[in-house]
């Protein structure tokens, strides 16, 4: 059997139906029309219709409808989403185990401290929509804006402090002041954002002085060492000198007063005696003879008291017993 030979005018289209062709044309056209009649918009998103380019209305999560046919637009903004903007370094695989990207932001993190010292300041801003309007309309590239604002506010903060401020004690409040300057800004720019927390990730001192920074360091840490050991080796001898001190100033105020009092008390003595003297001298005279002879005499052994004008009394006296007093 001969093959016949390939001709290209043998070869005609499958006849088309029009009526079919245009009514799968009109059901397209249909199916395009209708679709776009709604939209959804997700639980933590707003949408916001323009209708021919111009804001027209807000609409609420679920399922909403617009005019088809380019007539309105809506644009998704998500509200109760919380965002962030990455200063000095950038997140290239956020996960449990978060990736940086390799480049290099010193231009945004390096920067210049109130002691004329330099300093690589990296920080996160955390950030929500507010105000979809104001957002989107208020300002062109707000994003942009509220990135160069956050720029503009750290380092007139970190401008106004010194350098270990910066990078020890003072960071937290660096971070506070931030928070506080970069929200009054944001309302009166009108960006309808809303700043959550401003965070500083890593403060260092750069790289080409990072060496003599820490040897800067080291040798801050060496001084204090020797600071509180001087001060633990003073804590030792002074106050036990001073409670010396005070303990023989103390023994000799005590002696001192003990004098005082005895001699006043003496004084007094002596003037109460004067006093019963000057009312009755001869009496007085007599008890002090008398109280003088009690105590002289009692300190004596024997004692033989006589008449002076007696004689011959001599064989009488045992001589060996004590002394004799006349």
Excluded: C, H
């Excluded at 185990?97 to 690589?120: F, I, K, P, Q, V």
């Excluded at 309309?137 to 106004?160: K, L, W, Y």
């Amino acid at each position: 059997m001969d093959e016949q030979p390939f001709d290209l005018n043998r070869i005609r289209p499958p006849k088309v139906n029009p009526k079919a062709v245009a009514f799968v044309v009109a059901g397209i056209i249909l199916v395009i029309f209708v679709s776009s009649l709604w939209f959804t918009v997700e639980p933590e998103e707003v949408g916001v219709i323009l209708r021919f380019g111009k804001y027209d209305r807000t609409v609420n999560p679920g399922l909403n409808f617009k005019l088809p046919l380019g007539i309105e637009e809506v644009i998704k903004v998500p509200v109760e989403r919380q965002l962030k903007l990455e200063f000095g370094f950038r997140s290239s695989n956020p996960a449990v185990r978060t990736r940086y990207a390799s480049s290099n932001y010193s231009e945004e993190s390096l920067m210049l401290t109130g002691d004329l010292n330099a300093a690589e300041v990296q920080w996160i801003v955390q950030y929500r929509i507010n105000d979809p309007y104001k957002y989107l309309f208020r300002v062109r590239n707000s994003v942009q804006t509220f990135r160069d604002v956050n720029e503009a506010m750290m380092r007139q903060v970190i401008g106004d402090r010194t350098v270990d401020e910066v990078l020890t004690v003072g960071r937290q409040e660096v971070a506070t002041t931030v928070e506080v300057k970069l929200q009054e800004l944001a309302d009166s720019y009108e960006l309808g954002i809303k700043v959550d927390q401003v965070v500083l990730q890593d403060v260092n001192p750069p790289e080409a002085v990072k060496p003599a920074f820490n040897e800067v360091n080291e040798a801050q840490q060496e001084r204090e060492k020797l600071i509180n050991q001087a001060k633990s080796e003073y804590n030792k001898v002074i106050p036990k000198a001073r409670g010396e001190a005070d303990r023989e100033i103390e023994v000799a105020k005590g002696y001192a007063l003990e004098r005082v009092n005895n001699a006043r008390g003496e004084a007094a003595k002596f003037n109460s005696v004067f006093s019963e003297y000057e009312k009755a001298r001869d009496v007085t005279r007599q008890r002090i003879y008398l109280e003088t002879m009690n105590d002289v005499m009692s300190g004596v052994g024997r004692k033989l008291i006589t008449d002076e004008n007696a004689s011959g009394i001599l064989p009488l006296f045992q001589f060996d017993k004590g002394g004799l007093t006349k």
